[in-house]
Structures are given as C-alpha cells and as structure tokens.
C-alpha cells in the first residue's frame, strides 16, 4: 500500500487497536489505525554520533495548570487528633504482614500510666496521628469532619461528637495502615490490634466504611484478588451490567463482584481499558519497541492516588516525570530564560486578574459567564501583555498548554467555574508508569466476566430491573452501571427508555467534552537527549499554538526510543482532517528545526501513529471540562443514578478529580459503593422466589449461633454497618414446648437495650408487644425484610 507521497504505509501486524482512525475511516473491529510506517526506508547506520550540544535545559515545571492550591496540610491536625489518641491501643502485638511500623503504636491511657517518659511518647503519638491524617487527606479524606459518603453510611452515629472525632482517628489510622503494605489483605483483627478494646465498634464502622468504599483492600495484589465475599446460602444481592470496560468499568466490576454481587461487563470495543491505551510499536533491523500511551499517560500527583497503590501491588516502581521542559523557538533556538519567566509571570497574572475579575461577577450577578479566552484576551490588551512577538509566542504557548490540560479551545472554557477542581488536586510528583498504563489494565480485567464487541444501544429501566441491548442480544440484570464517555452520552447513541430526567440531559449538554491528540513517532534511537521528559515547541501562527506544542520523551519508561507530539486546541480538531503523513512530516520538520541546528541529525522514523480520538465512536473526544454555562455541579447530576437502576461512573461522573485517569477509578469505586447499599435494601426478587423458607431458616440458625447480645431466651443480632442506638437489629427469641419454636423481630438497638435491662422473658416479651407495640413473628413473615441486614453481618463476619 502507497500513501500519495510515496511513503509506504505499514499494512500488517502489531496494531489490532479499535480507536486510532484514518481520516474517513469508520470503526470496525480490525480496522488499521492511521499509522505510518518508515520501516522500509533506508536504515539510518547505527554508527552515527551520539547527539550533542543540546543547551542546558532549564528546570520548569510545565503541567496541568492549576489556579488554586489549597493548604492541604491543615494546622489543626494534632489538636483535632488528640482526643482520639485515647482510642488507640497500648502495646498492641507487632504484626509480621505490615511494615508500618510507625503505625505499631503504644500509647493511649494504659500507656500514659506504664511509661515514665509520657510527654516524650504523647507527641510521637501525636506525630503518628498527624502522619495518618496527612495520608488520609492525601486520599480526599478532610481533615476533621465526614465525607458525605460517611455519613451516608452512618459511620457514626451523632455528627459532631466526641465519637466522631475517635472515629476519625481510627478510620485514618486504618487507612494508613493498609497503605503501608497494600498487598496484604487488612482483615478486621489486624485493625483491631492498635485500637482499645472498647472501641471495637469504632473499629467496626470504620473498617467496614473503608472495605465497601473501596479505600482499603482494594486492587490487584494476589492476596487481595482472591478474597470474594459470597452472599448467605438463598441470598443474592443481584446482578449488575457494567456498559464499559474503562478505568470506572473495571474497578467498578472487581468491586461489585468482591463484594459478592454478579457482573457482566459489555465492552464495544475489542479490548479493555477505554481511554487508556498502551499502544506496542516496533520497527528496525535490530528490533526496536517501545509501548506509547494514546490516551491517558501521566499519574497526576502521585500522593494518594489510588493507580499508584494498582502499580506498588504490581510491583512497578513509577518514573516521575522530571520537571525540565525547555521550550524552543521555531529556529530551533531555546526560549531565553528572562524572557520565559517575565512571560509565565505575566500569564499567571493574567489569570489572577481573571480570578478576581469573576470573583466581582459573581458576587453581583450569579448567573453570567463568559469564556475564559474571551476574559483572558480581554485583559492581555488592557494591561498591554507580550507585544514582543516572541512574548506573544510564548504567551500562546501558555494558553496552548492550558488548552491541553483542558482538552478545549479558550474560547468555549467557562471563565467561573473551568479550574473549579482545583482545590482537590492529587498532590506530589507526576508520574509515567514504565511499560504503559495499560499494564494495570490488563490487572484490573483479569478474571472480570467482560464481553467484548458488545456495542449498547439500549438501557430499559423500570422497577423490577433492566433490560440492555447490545448486537441483536439482551441482558437482563437488577441494576445497570454506565459509565461510556461523556462524548458517547452527548451523541445519544444509547437509548434510555424511558428517558434520563431532564436535569441528566441539560448537564449533559452543558458540559464540555474536548479533543487532545497524540503523534506518537519511534525512532530508531533517542536523538534528543534521555535526560529530560519534555520539551516544548513554539509557534508563530496563534490559531495553530497547540500544534505539536509539547513533546513527551518516553525513552526512560516505554522501552524504547519514543516521542509523543501532543496537539491541542484549535489544531487537535484541524489534525484530525489532515492525513495521518502529512501530521508526521509536520512534526518532523519541527524536530528537525529544533535539532538540526545544533548539529543533530534527526533520523527517520520506524513507526509513527496519529490519534484520532474525536471520530472514535467509543467517545467522541478526549476528556471533559466545564464549558460556559456549565460548572462542577453539572459532574455531580451526571453521577446521579436514576431510580436506583441505572447508576453512572466515569471521569466526567467526578466533580473533584474530573478528565483524569484516577477520576474515572474513584468514580467506579463511588459506584459500587452505592450499588451495594442499594442491593443491600432491596433482596434480589429472582432468588427470593427460589429460595424455601427452610432453607432461609437454616442460614438464620447460623447467624444466630454467633449472637451480638444474649439475654434469657432472647438472641440479638446487630446491624454490624451502624452504631447508631435507631439501627435495626434482629430479636429471636426461643419458646420451649413441646417442640421449641422461634419467633422474631425486628427493632432497634435502643429498644434492645431497654429489654436486657428487665428480669425475665415473660416482662421483656410484655413490654416489647405491649408497651412499644411489636409483634413477634414467624420467620417466614420477616425473612424479606431482613435481607440487607443479613448481607451486612455476613459481609462483616467473614473479614
Ligand atoms: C489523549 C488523552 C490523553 C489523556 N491524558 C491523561 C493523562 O495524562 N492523565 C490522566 O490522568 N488522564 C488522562 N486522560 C484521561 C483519562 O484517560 C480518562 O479520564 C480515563 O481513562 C477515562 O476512563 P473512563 O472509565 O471514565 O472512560 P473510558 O476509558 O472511555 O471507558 C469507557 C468504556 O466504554 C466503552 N463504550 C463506549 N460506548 C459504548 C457502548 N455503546 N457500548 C459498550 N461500551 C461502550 C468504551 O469503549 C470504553 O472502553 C487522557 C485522555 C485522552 C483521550
């Protein structure tokens, strides 16, 4: 196959991927991706010099930009955690399976009394406790109130009590000591070793809240892989489709199903992973390869991110992206550095201005926005900005840059709300994951019941389940999980029926959903330089600043000698008419400018592959962000499930962490969580109707082996998800005749505790019928009512 300028065009072999199009070309599950093949072009001799003369880069940081960084290290840390060191426990047994040993902790009032040096181990304890904090606040945890989440689940049961703050140490010394080794499953007993004993149920709900929210024992480490919790013989939790296997899907998927739910997962595509995309490319005589990311590349902060804990339990030690990104003028000369930090000042005070500028808009009239590039630009004529047009190209190279990170033109970003996740940022370093990002996802999809080429068109909901249809084929299931882009919703290529509320679709509408492609080009060796990650490529034409604006060196973490050229805004839309060649021999004649004038050579290349992620019918863009008139309320509507039957996940599904990889793993692991308390309300009706009441009763006989509380002939079994004195739990008591008989019911731990205070089964079976009106029945009466709360003990009792 000839391409129209005679360069042959690699017909064959390592690509099988889906979603990397050729101009015109439309989807079909072995279609070629647009890609460019130099392999049949003269061998460049392998003798050639090593490159030399490249300037001293200078140490920037170019990245995502970001207005607003929030203290994350609160002030209040040691005098919120201090009245939870008393919950903590003395001299707890060392266990072997952590390494945490600062977690090991001896301390709390035993402590104070045995150790002479008291002053000196209070503040190591306090030094302990703010370290636990810091980790848990890395994870999204704040710093001394709940989660929405945990309160939900009623973690505890006053808000703003003392118990809340006992809570809130043991939930993060929990956290902290699972992060400590998180290829270990943390079972209940290991948590309880460093905790009192009285805080047993402290250690309960916090334990509990971390599993089912994924925060703990979570991933793909051997030892956390093989615990699957089964729902009590005759009991289902139900059957969940997951539309999607991205990031959210699979998460979603191990979760749900770990947590003893069943789950199948219908991809359109031919593999997993969605928008992460490890594409293996080779070439050469000597067998050159690398892996390059198409899509989604770089961890964004690597402190608490949950892909950084996927790549430790795989044992793949991160490559932090170095923060040297010289930029080049098109004559291939570096940028002078006077010059670059005079522009970078005066672009972050463009953007200040227009902090405060919708700062003033927003206090007086609420509802008006405007683009950020129309504010921007605004600004830059009024306060006379980079009138120097190499000023000028370096302001653009800023604004380019922000249209990456944004995935959109300037013009369509909304000036309010477009940075509005700021405040949440993962901190610490960016990180490349050597091999590629789809080395988790081959993980995470392992043993996950996945169909592939199952393209959904339609979800039917009503209240006894779901319907979806994929090819000419149904599934059936209790609950569906969405979680296809944004750019999928938008084009409507799923059918709900009956319709998604309106307030679904206007958010819908609203928000953004942008282009970022990707040149990815091997050569036959790394020209460039190892020595830096990035570099950056001005422009003159301010329409075409985000072509090719950033090169990403992969020659540290693919294997290879590879570069990624990014193209952005206005240009990332253009690129995806040109054809794939032309795109390459662009961005070689931009190496070549930058290069060769220092007397390097730059070589052919072996491989080349153009993205084309706009014309992808899997998501018909790259990521979202907030365009005018939209803002990050608009992610929160988007994740809203609808009639607890259709559930939603996926980066555009996270107001906090929104366009970005552990975004989309947070939003499925927020999912599952919520799927499971919706089952845990509702018993799956297809079991209920198979399931005889003996074979019920024989399961309750179990449970009722292991009492929480005995009083005569009174057994009570709690509801191990609450400690809440309004929380059910479940009365048996024992007549004895003839033949001894159960009655039960169901009531609240208040109530309980009232009874076991009386003498005798004859007052505590008159007061609970005849004072608090409850009636004793037969199993068979109460047996659906009691289904959630039978999931939850079980799911209790077996960690
Ligand atoms: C070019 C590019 C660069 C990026 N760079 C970064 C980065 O550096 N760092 C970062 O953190 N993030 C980055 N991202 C974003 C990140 O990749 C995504 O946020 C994340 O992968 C999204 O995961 P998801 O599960 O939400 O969606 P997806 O991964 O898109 O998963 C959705 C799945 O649904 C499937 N699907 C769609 N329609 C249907 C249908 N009708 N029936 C069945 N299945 C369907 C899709 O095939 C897909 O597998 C980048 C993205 C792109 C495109």
Redesign the pocket.
């Known amino acids: 196959m000839e391409t129209s300028s005679g360069l042959p065009a690699e017909t064959s072999d390592t690509v099988n991927s889906d979603?990397i199009l050729g101009q015109g070309n439309q989807h079909n599950g072995n279609s070629c991706p647009p890609q460019v093949a130099f392999s049949d072009l003269p061998k460049i001799s392998s003798d050639l010099p090593p490159p030399t003369g490249t300037t001293p880069p200078q140490v920037k940081r170019r990245r995502r930009r970001k207005r607003f960084f929030t203290d994350m290290i609160p002030t209040s840390v040691s005098a919120a955690a201090v009245t939870g060191l008393r919950v903590l426990r003395p001299n707890p047994k060392p266990s072997t399976a952590y390494s945490y040993s600062e977690t090991e902790l001896a301390t709390g009032d035993d402590l104070f009394k045995h150790h002479h040096n008291r002053r000196r181990r209070m503040s190591d304890l306090a030094k302990e406790v703010d370290v636990e904090a810091l980790i848990a606040i890395s994870v999204g945890f704040p710093v001394d109130s709940l989660t929405e989440e945990e309160i939900e689940a009623n973690a505890v049961s006053q808000i703003g009590s003392v118990e809340q703050a006992n809570y809130i140490v043991v939930r993060n010394h929990i956290l902290a000591r699972w992060r400590s080794n998180v290829t270990v499953w943390l079972t209940k007993d290991h948590a309880l070793e460093s905790i009192r004993a009285e805080h047993k149920n402290l250690v309960h709900s916090a334990y509990t809240f971390l599993l089912q929210h994924g925060y703990i024992n979570f991933g793909v480490a051997p030892a956390i892989k093989e615990v699957k919790f089964k729902p009590p013989e005759g009991f289902s939790k139900g059957n969940v489709i997951v539309?999607?296997?991205?990031?959210?899907?699979?998460i979603a998927a191990r979760q749900l199903i770990s947590l003893g739910l069943k789950v199948v997962v219908?991809?359109?595509?031919a593999?997993?992973?969605?928008?992460?995309?490890s594409k293996k490319m080779t070439g050469g005589q000597n067998g050159v390869a690398a892996a390059a990311?198409?899509?989604?590349?770089?961890?964004?902060g690597i402190n608490g991110n949950p892909?950084g804990v996927l790549a430790r339990q795989l044992g793949v030690p991160l490559h932090k992206v170095r923060d040297i990104c010289p930029l080049y003028l098109p004559n291939g000369r570096t940028v002078n550095a006077d010059i670059d930090s005079k522009v970078e000042a005066s672009f972050n005070k463009l953007l200040d201005r227009v902090c405060k500028l919708r700062q003033a808009m927003l206090d007086e009239v609420k509802s008006v926005d405007v683009s950020l590039g129309t504010a921007l630009e605004a600004f830059r004529h009024v306060y006379r900005v980079a009138e120097d047009p190499q000023e000028q190209m370096l302001l653009d190279w800023h604004l380019a840059n922000l249209e990456y990170a944004n995935?959109s033109l300037m013009s369509n970003l909304s000036m309010a709300f477009w940075d509005q996740d700021d405040p949440y940022e993962m901190g610490g370093d960016h990180c490349f994951i050597p091999g590629g990002?789809e080395r988790l996802i081959r993980a995470l999809a392992e043993d996950i019941p996945i169909f592939y080429d199952?393209?959904?068109?339609s979800v039917r909901y009503a209240t006894d389940g779901v319907l979806v249809y994929?090819g000419r084929q149904e599934y059936q299931g209790d609950m569906v999980l969405c979680?296809?882009?944004l750019g999928?919703l938008k084009k409507g290529?799923?059918e709900f029926v009956p319709e998604l509320p309106q307030r679904k679709k206007d958010a819908i509408d609203r928000l953004g959903f942008g282009l970022?492609?990707?040149v990815a080009i091997l050569f036959p060796y790394d020209f460039w330089g190892g020595e830096i990650d990035t570099f950056g490529h001005l422009t003159e034409d301010p329409n075409m600043r985000g072509e090719f604006f950033l090169f990403y060196s992969y020659s540290s973490v693919s294997g290879g000698p590879l570069l990624i050229a990014?193209v952005a805004g206005e240009a990332a839309v253009k690129f995806e008419k040109m054809s794939p060649l032309e795109s390459v021999v662009r961005v070689l004649e931009i190496l070549k400018g930058i290069f060769s004038p220092k007397g390097i050579a730059v070589p052919d290349p072996l491989q080349a592959v153009c993205?084309r992620?706009g014309q992808?019918?899997?998501?018909y863009?790259?990521?979202?962000y907030v365009a005018i008139g939209a803002s990050g309320d608009d992610y929160d509507i988007l994740a809203e499930s609808v009639g607890d039957r259709v559930f939603f996940?996926?980066?555009?599904?996270?107001k906090q962490?929104?366009?970005?990889?552990?975004?989309?793993?947070l939003?499925?692991m927020r999912e599952a969580a919520h799927i499971l308390r919706v089952a845990d309300r509702r018993v799956s009706p297809a079991e209920k109707s198979n399931t005889s009441s003996q074979e019920n009763v024989s399961v309750v006989d179990k449970f009722f082996d292991t009492p929480d509380l005995k009083f005569g002939n009174f057994s009570v079994l709690y509801d191990p998800m609450s400690t809440d004195l309004e929380s059910n739990c479940l009365i048996r008591v024992e007549l004895h005749g003839e033949k001894s008989l159960h009655l039960y019911c169901l009531t609240s731990r208040r109530l309980v505790l009232e009874l076991s205070k009386l003498e005798g089964d004859l007052s505590r079976t008159e007061m609970l019928t005849r004072d608090f009106g409850v009636k004793l029945v037969g199993w068979n009466n109460l047996s659906a009512a009691v289904g959630s709360l039978f999931t939850s003990i079980e799911l209790a009792r077996s960690v």
Do not use: C
């Open positions: 979603e539309i999607g296997a991205g990031l959210s899907g699979l219908l991809e359109g595509r593999r997993p992973g969605g928008r992460v995309r990311d198409l899509g989604g590349s770089v961890l964004t892909l995935a990002n199952r393209m959904v068109e994929a979680t296809v882009p999928v290529n799923i970022l492609n990707k990014l993205t992620w992808d019918q899997f998501s863009g790259s990521y979202s996940a996926g980066e555009a599904t996270n962490y929104p366009a970005t990889m552990h975004g989309a793993f939003s499925g």
